[in-house]
C-alpha cells in the first residue's frame, strides 16, 4: 500500500492564483482530512470528510474549498491564493471516526504565496 | 472552542538526559493521542490513551492520561538523538474532531 500520497511536494503561487492539492488513500479509510502547520501553530483543521459526497468546516476553513467523490480522493482548492495561505498543508486519514482512530498523514505540500 | 495547550514549546537536552512533554485541557476528552514528527517530515502516531489514569509503555516512552482526563503526559528516559522531533498530543471532547496542541520540539545533543 502506498498509504496517503500528495501531491505536490512544493508548490509557488502568486497572490491570486488558484490551485488544488491533491490527497489520495489506499487504505479504504472513510474518514479524510486537511490539516496547515505554520511555525508556533501546530496542526490546524482546514476541512474533513467523513465519507463519500459529506464534507465540513474545520478550524480554519476560509480560503478553501474540497469535495469528496470518492473514497480514495480529497482534493483542497485554493481559490484565490492570498500570502497568509504560506503553509504547509498536510491530508490525513483515518479508518472510520477520525477523532478516535489512528491519522494516518500524508508527505505534505509545503506552498508558498508570493 | 476546545483547547489543548502543550508545553514547554521547545526542550534542548543532552543524550542520556530525560525528557517529558504535558498536555492540557480545559475540558475533559474522551481521547488522547500522541504523534511524532521529524524535521521535513509528517506526523507519525505513537499512541491512544482511553482510560482514566491509563498508563501505557513503548520500550523508553512513558505516557499518562490524567485521572480526570484533563491532562496527559509523554516522558522519554534516557533520550537518543533518534529522538529529535516534534511531539503533538491531540484530543478530543465528544463528537468534536480532533484538535492538536501546538507541540513540544525536542532537540538532543550528543
Known amino acids: 500500500n502506498a498509504g496517503v500520497t500528495q501531491t505536490p511536494k512544493f508548490q509557488v503561487l502568486k497572490t491570486g492564483q488558484s490551485m488544488t492539492l491533491q490527497c489520495a488513500q489506499d487504505?479504504?479509510?472513510?474518514?479524510m482530512s486537511w490539516y496547515r502547520q505554520d511555525p508556533g501553530m501546530g496542526l490546524r483543521l482546514i476541512h474533513y470528510?467523513?465519507?463519500?459526497?459529506?464534507?465540513d468546516q474545520g478550524e480554519v476553513p476560509n480560503g478553501y474549498n474540497v469535495s469528496r467523490s470518492t473514497t480514495e480522493d480529497f482534493p483542497l482548492r485554493l481559490l484565490s491564493a492570498a500570502p497568509s495561505q504560506t503553509s504547509v498543508y498536510f491530508c490525513?486519514?483515518?479508518?472510520?471516526?477520525?477523532?478516535?482512530?489512528?491519522?494516518?498523514f500524508g508527505p505534505g505540500t509545503r506552498l508558498t504565496v508570493l | 472552542g476546545q483547547q489543548v495547550m502543550q508545553i514547554p514549546q521547545y526542550q534542548h537536552v543532552q543524550e542520556g538526559e530525560d525528557f517529558t512533554t504535558y498536555c492540557n485541557s480545559s475540558t475533559t476528552l474522551s481521547n488522547i493521542q500522541w504523534y511524532k514528527q521529524r524535521p521535513g517530515g509528517h506526523p507519525v502516531f505513537l499512541i491512544q490513551?482511553?482510560?482514566?489514569?491509563e498508563v501505557k509503555k513503548q520500550k523508553r516512552l512513558t505516557f499518562q492520561f490524567g485521572e480526570a482526563k484533563k491532562n496527559s503526559s509523554l516522558h522519554i528516559t534516557a533520550t537518543q538523538t533518534t529522538d529529535v522531533g516534534t511531539y503533538f498530543c491531540a484530543g478530543t471532547e465528544g463528537y468534536s474532531t480532533l484538535t492538536f496542541g501546538k507541540g513540544t520540539m525536542l532537540l538532543v545533543s550528543p
Open positions: 470528510s467523513v465519507g463519500a459526497g459529506i464534507t
Open positions: 490525513a486519514s483515518s479508518y472510520s471516526q477520525g477523532r478516535t482512530d489512528t491519522q494516518y
Open positions: 487504505m479504504n479509510h472513510e474518514y
Open positions: 490513551l482511553v482510560k482514566s489514569g
